[in-house]
Nanobody, 125 residues
Framework: QVQVAESGGGLVQAGGSLNLSCTAS????????MGWFRQAPGKEREGVSC????????YYADFVKGRFTISRDNAKNTLYLQMNSLKPEDTAMYYC??????????????????WGQGTQVTVSS
């Protein structure tokens, strides 16, 4: 059974940075595009970024473009999200998922595995 585990969240002031990590087990990691998603209290989960299986292509939601950078290390089965210039509205639980895609400007996942526990990012003003 595929399992993902996110880490690296925390409490930062506006303008600060965090680097999230996601490891995957029971997954042929380099067969899949991988993505980051987030869910703020009272809101639906939304796609943040998606990177192709080789890392050559990356997509970002408009609200993080220019501030966040997605990357991956296939040798380590690890996905990263470098978050800079954080804003209070970035406060959310962040999740990773395999098999992401972009359609109509929206990043989504096919959702063939369970979500992990996520990692909380809190940005204070």
């Amino acid at each position: 059974q595929v399992q993902v585990a996110e880490s690296g969240g925390g409490l930062v002031q506006a303008g600060g940075s965090l680097n999230l990590s996601c490891t995957a087990s029971e997954l042929t990691f380099d067969n899949y595009d991988m993505g980051w998603f987030r869910q703020a209290p009272g809101k639906e989960r939304e796609g943040v970024s998606c990177i192709s299986w080789r890392g050559g292509m990356a997509y970002y939601a408009d609200f993080v473009k220019g501030r966040f950078t997605i990357s991956r290390d296939n040798a380590k089965n690890t996905l990263y999200l470098q978050m800079n210039s954080l804003k209070p509205e970035d406060t959310a639980m962040y999740y990773c998922a395999a098999d992401c895609a972009l359609s109509g400007g929206v990043i989504y996942t096919i959702g063939f595995h369970d979500w992990g526990q996520g990692t909380q990012v809190t940005v204070s003003s």
